[in-house]
């Protein structure tokens, strides 16, 4: 089955600055990946994704980049704020896995004012 | 606002008793999942259903059950419950359109096992 790794499982930045979360999958045949947030004490909610025949996707200060041929996306968020503190999850997914999402560990990012 | 249900939000039970954690939805949808979430280990999948008579087993299925009571209702049981399923425990339901499978999750029963 799909394996998706992530990382860091941490990342601490000032506000201001920028943050990158990068992921990697092993199944070739993935083709949707979706990012979550997840507030402290709060559910998943989803933030954006990618299809696999698009290279990158902006909305606002985040944006996602797939790398098909080495099997790795990312999330980049610029310009960070206090209320991007959260867990953030990756996700990869395919048709013949019924789209199941298959999750990365999580990263915690936390944004010093 | 159709939303994703989860009852009881907080449980705290001992090893060997039977718990049920239920989940209700009004989004419609006819996909629904049973997840764990445990610090540093993501969130990984126990159950899935796609209609009323389906029912998958997802990564972790071991020593849970069940059951699709209707196409809004979705519960999970722990027969014989053990300290290491104290966890998060969420519900999502989904709508898959194109190649698009949002999750909708509930807002999480926390459980803990002593």
């Known amino acids: 089955g799909e394996n998706v790794e992530q990382h860091p499982s941490t990342l601490s930045v000032q506000e201001g600055d920028s943050a990158v979360i990068k992921c990697t999958y092993s199944?070739?045949?993935?083709?949707?990946f979706p990012w979550y947030k997840q507030e402290l004490g709060k559910r998943p909610q989803l933030i954006i994704d990618?299809?696999?025949?698009?290279g990158e996707k902006k909305d606002q200060r985040i944006a996602v980049t797939l790398n098909k041929t080495a099997k790795h996306f990312s999330l980049h968020i610029t310009e960070t704020q206090p209320e991007d503190s959260a867990v953030y999850f990756c996700?990869?997914?395919?048709?013949?896995?019924?789209?199941?999402?298959?999750f990365g560990r999580g990263t915690s990012l936390i944004v010093h004012p | 606002d159709a939303d994703v249900t989860q009852t009881p939000r907080n449980r705290i039970t001992k090893t060997g008793k039977r718990i049920m954690l239920e989940c209700s939805q009004t989004?419609?949808?006819?996909?629904m999942y049973w997840y764990r979430q445990d610090p540093g280990l993501g969130l990984r999948l126990i159950y899935y259903?796609?209609?009323?008579?389906?029912?998958n087993k997802g990564e972790i299925s071991d020593g849970y059950s069940v059951s699709r009571q209707a196409q809004a209702k979705f519960s999970l049981s722990l027969e014989s419950a053990i300290p290491n399923q104290t966890a998060l425990y969420f519900c999502?339901?989904?709508?898959?359109?194109?190649?698009?499978?949002?999750?909708?999750f509930g807002p999480g029963t926390r459980l803990t096992v002593l």
């Open positions: 199944d070739s045949a993935s083709n949707y």
């Open positions: 259903s796609f209609d009323v008579k389906d029912i």
């Open positions: 989004k419609g949808h006819d996909r």
């Open positions: 990618i299809r696999s025949n698009v």
């Open positions: 996700a990869a997914s395919i048709k013949g896995g019924s789209y199941i999402p298959t």
């Open positions: 999502a339901t989904s709508d898959v359109k194109g190649k698009v499978n949002e999750q909708f």
